[in-house]
């Protein structure tokens, strides 16, 4: 069974820092493109970042210069380093697993809230 565990939310002050990790198991390979979506309340989810096997990048331009994504294909994770926080950060975040050519996840992990406040 597949399962997407993420980790390292919570409540940091603006301009502050966190990252965010995701585990992969149960048939999850390296093969697959991993990423970051994010819902805010009253708002569609939408992507963050995600990064593809051979180490394609790819941002949502709001998180550009503040956001990197990585991964470790040995140990099927992957991360989500935040900086430079404001409160339009604020969201549920939501690890995502992409077989190839597929336009849409496969799967989702149950998320992680982050929010950002003074």
């Known amino acids: 069974q597949v399962q997407l565990v993420e980790s390292g939310g919570g409540l940091v002050q603006p301009g502050g820092s966190l990252r965010l990790s995701c585990a992969a198991s149960g048939g999850i390979s390296s093969i697959y493109t991993m990423g970051w979506y994010r819902q805010a309340p009253g708002k569609q989810r939408e992507l963050v970042a995600d990064?593809?096997?051979?180490?394609?990048?790819n941002y949502a331009d709001s998180v550009k210069g503040r956001f990197t994504i990585s991964r470790d294909n040995a140990k099927n994770t992957v991360f989500l380093e935040m900086n430079s926080l404001t409160p339009e950060d604020t969201a549920g975040y939501y690890c995502?697993?992409?077989?190839?050519?597929?336009?849409?996840?496969?799967?989702w992990g149950q998320g992680t809230q982050v929010t950002v406040s003074l």
């Open positions: 990064i593809t096997r051979g180490g394609t990048l």
């Open positions: 995502s697993a992409r077989a190839p050519f597929r336009r849409t996840p496969d799967y």
